[in-house]
């Protein structure tokens, strides 16, 4: 019968030598445990024994975190962050990464909430909204008030902890921070591995007021076409459409107004189609970013819209798209997009955008400027390669990154080589 103080004591044996060990073990014991077999009692006493010891786990994890921070040791791969690093070797989202290195950085100066998360007095949750008033000004009031602060998270929920540290925010910081000039218009946008294309984009007063005024004038009138439609015929699914969805209609509308209005004879945009040879000889498309595209979608882009095709070999190289003199010409980056699909370090995350097309052998040392001597690497390994830390080879038509040592970087997981369509068309066959 499943005993939880014996497994807590099996956790507590992970101070000493082979803690690893120790604690896969105990976990292993839990995992054997038949919980339907459980009585309500004894259901409750794991469910709470398991976040005690998760949050005092996480604890100990942020603390190694800090030290692998503070010491660099994230660069020896390559990364260029703490959080790079970690989201290469997890796979874990990159906000969530970024936040616990963060939190790290903040618990190595706030001592009394670190020994209470360790002790598990104290949950993340309320670590993080403790870390509020640890920034630059605070800092030192926050010092003298933190063991008043951590016994009042002792005994509040981290929401209601919440509350409090609003409140001590106006107290110790009632000017805020300085006033920070507007923040430019942003816009995101991914291609999805099923072809869909998300994205976020924040505007400010000027560019977002007549964005919002124009799609909403654009989804009343979708609007009250659907329901002229409607009543011509009953069946049409487009009366019932849910808001976000005529939106969506909305904003495609406005831009192919836009793209007629700029160049009548042509009512799509451009576009770049990667043609491979499929299984029984015929062509087969994608998109640059790896997703396949329809035949009968394809069809209809070459037939209305400014298509390049982008002719790749069985083995997923791009063919040659002629030479340029030191500076990539536009065909050869579409090339690098589709081979790379963003810089060519494994595991780095830097997409094609934020990329330079770097020569494998340097320019001034006679590396000419076709493909098979281009890489896609973004600024910071780019500077690392010229530095002299990293280095670029080209095999088999493929870049590979090794370190100064000779030895290869190699994605952390999975053996992937990288995000480029290349890549995904190698994994898909060995899958």
Known sequence: MFDYHDVMAGLETTAG???????????????????????????????????????????VALAAIEVFDRNGDWAADGAYSTANWLQAHTGAARAVVGS?????????????????????????????????????????????HEAHLV????????????????????????????????RPDELHLSETLDGR??????????????????????????????????????????????????????LAELVEQAMAAGEGSRRQPSFTVVVRPGPAGDEHFETTGGSVVPPELAATWLCDSEVARLVMSAEGVPLELGRSVRTASAGQRRALWARDGGCAVPGCDRPPAWCDAHHVRWWDKGGSTDLANLALLCRHHHRRVHAGALEITMV???PRVLRADGTEVRHPRAGQRGRGAAASGAEAEAA
Not at 171 to 179: L, R, S, V
Not at 236 to 245: E, I, M, N, W
């Open 396 to 398: 088999d038509g493929l």
């Open 151 to 182: 016994e009042s998270a002792r005994r509040l929920s981290a929401d209601d902890l919440a509350k409090v540290m609003d409140r001590w925010l106006a107290f110790a910081d009632p000017d805020g921070a300085e006033p920070r000039r507007e």
């Open 197 to 250: 294309v998300v994205g976020r984009f924040s505007f400010g007063r000027e560019t977002g007021a007549a964005l919002a005024e124009a799609v909403r004038s654009k989804t009343d009138e979708l609007f009250h076409r659907d329901r002229r439609a409607h009543e011509a015929d009953p069946t049409d699914p487009l009366a019932d459409q849910a808001p976000a969805a005529r939106r969506a209609r909305a």
């Open 100 to 144: 616990r290195a963060r939190l790290a950085r903040h618990l190595a100066t706030m001592p009394l909430t670190a020994e209470a998360l360790a002790a598990a007095e104290i949950t993340e949750p309320h670590a993080r909204v403790l870390a509020r008033g640890a920034h630059p000004r605070t800092r030192e009031l926050f010092a003298e």
């Open 17 to 59: 030598g082979g803690e690893l060990t120790a604690l896969g073990e105990a976990i292993a014991a839990v995992a054997t445990v038949r919980l339907d077999d459980l009585g309500p009692a004894e259901l409750r006493s794991l469910v709470l024994g398991l976040e005690a010891a998760r949050t005092r786990l996480e604890a």
